[in-house]
């Protein structure tokens, strides 16, 4: 008698573990999102770059103090 209440008592633990296990969850964030997240940050960074190298390779200003008064 006692092996049989032992054996319905794992066989319930077993069924209730394996629901329990086989549940989906939600993902936190799905790919796609952080793909695109990715893709906005390399643009903007590649953005940035682009500006600073623009701004290195401006004309400097010729009007400054180092031209000789006449």
Known sequence: MIRTIAAALAA????????????????????TARKDTAKDRKAQKKANKKSKKAKKAAPADTSSTTATPK
């Open 12 to 31: 319930v633990v077993f069924v209730a573990f394996s629901a329990i296990a086989a549940e989906e969850t939600p993902p936190t964030s799905s790919d």
